[in-house]
């Protein structure tokens, strides 16, 4: 009796613990058929639930006329409410990975950051109006 009350007991503090501190941690991740989605758990399925990104990276692919070999791009979602002056989105090409805060996600943001990966992986990462190509993508967004 003492011995399942016990269980009980580090059931509930676990249980309690876990609720306050794991969710905040970890780290969860999703498979598009283009990325991969990665953050908090909630972000991950509120970001997915907004956002079809699977038709965002191919309206990128059809308006840059751009269909690199490449693995899927990895999207890291952040908060970063309290630092207003860093960027709010990067696309980093060492790690194929999209940085994004996820207070300032919008569809064009993504495209934009998505036409900086393919045009990456079709040029090598040597692209001179990068910048150029990928703000067009974002323009193009109407689809
Ligand atoms: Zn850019």
């Known amino acids: 009796m003492t011995y399942i009350r016990k269980q009980w007991i580090a059931a509930i503090i676990w249980t309690t613990l876990s609720a306050l501190i794991i969710p905040a941690a970890i780290v969860y991740g999703a498979e598009t058929k283009h990325t991969t989605v990665r953050g908090r758990q909630s972000d991950v399925a509120s970001f997915l639930k907004s956002y079809d990104v699977d038709t965002i ?66 040029y090598g990462g040597n692209r001179p109006d990068g910048e150029t190509l990928a ?5 193009m967004l109407n689809y």
């Open 135 to 139: 703000k067009w993508v974002d323009r």
């Open 57 to 122: 990276f191919e309206h990128a692919q059809n308006t840059l006329e751009m269909y690199p070999e490449m693995s899927k791009v990895r999207i890291l979602l952040y908060h970063n409410r309290n630092q207003p002056d860093t960027v709010r989105a990067d696309y980093v090409y060492d790690n194929n990975t999209i940085y994004i805060c996820i207070e300032d996600i919008t569809e064009g943001v993504i495209a934009h950051e998505l036409a900086h990966a393919i045009s990456f992986h079709q």
